[in-house]
C-alpha cells in the first residue's frame, strides 16, 4: 500500500550550513524534530545553539498549481514587522531546492497556547467567551491593515474577489476529482446563483480565519501571534468573517469539530449573531446576511479537502488526516447548502 504522507528528508549538516550563512544570529544547528499536525505544510521545531526557532517546508512530491506558496507567507510576515498583528519573525527564505529540496522559510519559536477545539474544553467557561472577542477584535485588525504602508498593495488583484475565487477552487478541485462530487458540485451551482456584488476595496485576507490559527498567551486573553498565512492575499472582508463563523456550524464530531447542534449560552461561547456584531461594529460597517459568506468558506474547505485526497493519492500529504478529509469533503459541502438554505 502506498504511504499517505511526504515530507523532505532534512539533511542536518547541510541545513545548518545554510542557515548560519543567511542569519547572523543562527548558530550550530542541534536537531529538528518534525511536529504532528496540520494538512497543508511540514513543520519542524529546530533546536540550535542560538535558540529554538520552526522551519515551515513544502510537501516532497508533486504540488498542486500555485499550492502551498511559502513565499507569500513569507512577505507577509516580513510585512506586519511591528504592526499591530503579531506573528513570528521571520528569518530567512529559502528557494534553492538544493539545500534540502523543497522551498521552506526559518522563523523565531513563539511561546503560547493554541485552542485546537472550538468548543474550548480545556478553559473555565466564564473566560470562552473573552477568547472569541479577542479573535474577532484581531480579524478586524488584520482587515483594517494599512496595505500601502506594509508593501502589499499589490498582493492580490483588486475587486471581483469571489467571482476569481469560485474559478481558482473550482478549478483545483476539478483537477484534484476530475470525477466530482455530487453535494459539492450542487453547492458550486448555489453560489454562482447567489453571488453577490463586490464593490468592496480589497483589505488584507488571512485567508484561513479560524481560532487554531491563533496563538494566545498564558492567561488566554492576548494573542501573541497569528499563524498559516499561507493562504493570505488581498480581497473582501467578509470572506474571512464569514470562514471564521462558518467552521463553527459543522458537526461536532466531525475531523474539524465545530460547535452544530450544541448549546453555546451553556457552553459560554458567542453566537454567530454576537460575534459577527462585535465585528461589524469594529470594522465601523452596517451588519450584512453572511449566510453566502460562510457557504462560501465551506465550498473552500471542500475543495481543499479534495486536494488533500490527491495528495494523500499522490502520497504527498503532511497527516494521515488528510485522506479522511478528502473522503469526507461532502460534509463540507452539505453544511455549505444548509447554511444557504436552512430548508435543504
Not at 493562504?231 to 461536532?252: I, R
Request: proline share 5%; net charge negative; charged share 25%.
Amino acid at each position: 500500500m502506498r504511504a499517505v504522507v511526504g515530507f523532505p528528508q532534512l539533511d542536518s549538516a547541510r541545513l545548518g550550513r545554510y542557515l548560519e550563512a543567511q542569519v547572523p544570529s543562527f548558530h550550530r544547528l542541534r536537531s529538528a524534530e518534525r511536529f504532528v499536525g496540520g494538512n497543508s505544510n511540514p513543520i519542524w521545531r529546530i533546536e540550535a545553539e542560538s535558540g529554538r526557532y520552526i522551519l515551515r517546508t513544502q510537501p516532497a512530491g508533486e504540488l498542486l498549481k500555485s499550492a502551498h506558496a511559502l513565499d507569500r507567507e513569507y512577505r507577509v510576515l516580513c510585512a506586519h514587522a511591528g504592526s499591530a498583528v503579531p506573528v513570528a519573525t521571520p528569518r530567512v527564505l529559502c528557494n534553492d531546492l538544493d539545500v534540502i529540496g523543497v522551498q521552506f522559510y526559518l522563523m523565531d519559536w513563539v511561546t503560547g497556547t493554541v485552542f485546537r477545539d472550538v468548543r474550548l474544553p480545556e478553559v473555565d467557561r466564564s473566560e470562552r467567551s473573552a477568547i472569541y472577542a479577542a479573535a474577532i477584535d484581531m480579524l478586524a485588525t488584520i482587515h483594517r491593515t494599512d496595505i500601502d504602508a506594509r508593501g502589499l498593495r499589490d498582493f492580490g488583484r483588486p475587486g471581483h474577489y469571489f467571482e476569481r475565487q469560485m474559478h481558482r477552487w473550482s478549478s483545483q478541485y476539478r483537477t484534484a476529482m476530475p470525477e466530482g462530487e455530487p453535494t459539492l458540485d450542487r453547492l458550486i451551482e448555489a453560489l454562482k446563483s447567489a453571488m453577490p456584488a463586490d464593490n468592496e476595496a480589497p483589505v488584507l485576507l488571512h485567508g484561513d480565519a479560524r481560532l487554531d490559527n491563533l496563538m494566545f498567551d498564558g492567561s488566554g486573553h492576548h494573542i501573541v501571534a497569528v499563524l498559516d498565512w499561507e493562504l493570505s492575499t488581498l480581497g473582501h472582508p467578509l470572506a474571512d468573517l464569514g470562514q471564521f463563523l462558518a467552521v463553527q456550524e459543522l458537526p461536532a464530531h466531525y475531523l474539524l469539530p465545530g460547535l452544530a447542534g450544541l448549546d453555546r449560552r451553556a457552553l459560554g461561547i458567542p453566537g454567530a449573531d454576537e460575534q459577527a456584531a462585535r465585528y461589524f461594529e469594529a470594522m465601523g460597517r452596517a451588519p450584512v446576511d453572511l449566510r453566502f459568506h460562510k457557504a462560501f468558506a465551506m465550498f473552500r474547505q471542500a475543495a481543499m479537502s479534495a486536494g488533500l485526497r490527491r495528495r494523500a493519492e499522490l502520497g504527498t500529504a503532511v497527516a494521515e488526516s488528510a485522506h479522511l478529509f478528502g473522503e469526507t469533503l461532502d460534509v463540507f459541502a452539505r453544511v455549505g447548502l444548509e447554511i444557504l438554505d436552512p430548508r435543504h
